[in-house]
């Protein structure tokens, strides 16, 4: 899938809606370095030096409103260019979320790089969600949209797998 130019919309409960470029997001907001371990539900972990957006930052030019409890992350679903989204494992696209004090916590970020380069689409280019508590599969990857909501999103894996994979999903 192509990455440039990409857009991300921002809407829901926020007094800021609108569609912004990561380009435009990563000069508004200094990309810095972080050095997270992502850690994987089947068992593997990993160091990782990250470059990423602060979420907190994000948010707080999206100007929530008092009712936005939770953040939604939608990714891209292209069937053309993505063939496993055509294989019904998941309910597509994939949906991942955050209550408001998780997502505004210092360490959550919007990557849109590592190891020094640009983010590769493998990895979720050109921006995802990296949250060093939570297991990998929260980390929504190639975000289109992102949305504030009242309620607790339904996210892909909880529609999947309900009693596997639940909305906090903390690395214990």
Known sequence: YKTSPWTVTVGGLVEKPGSYSVKELAQKYQPEERIYRMRCVEGWSMIIPWIGLPLA????????????KYVEFISIADKQTMPGVNVPVLDWPYVEGLRMDEAMHPLAIM????????????NGAPMRLVVPWK?????AKAIVKIRFTEKMPQTAWMKAGPSEYGF?????
């Open 135 to 139: 297991y990998g599969f929260k980390g």
């Open 57 to 68: 930052q994000l948010i707080k030019f999206a100007e929530p409103t008092a009712n936005a």
């Open 168 to 172: 906090y999903a903390n690395v214990n």
């Open 111 to 122: 990557a849109v790089g590592l190891y020094g380069e640009l983010l590769p689409n493998q």
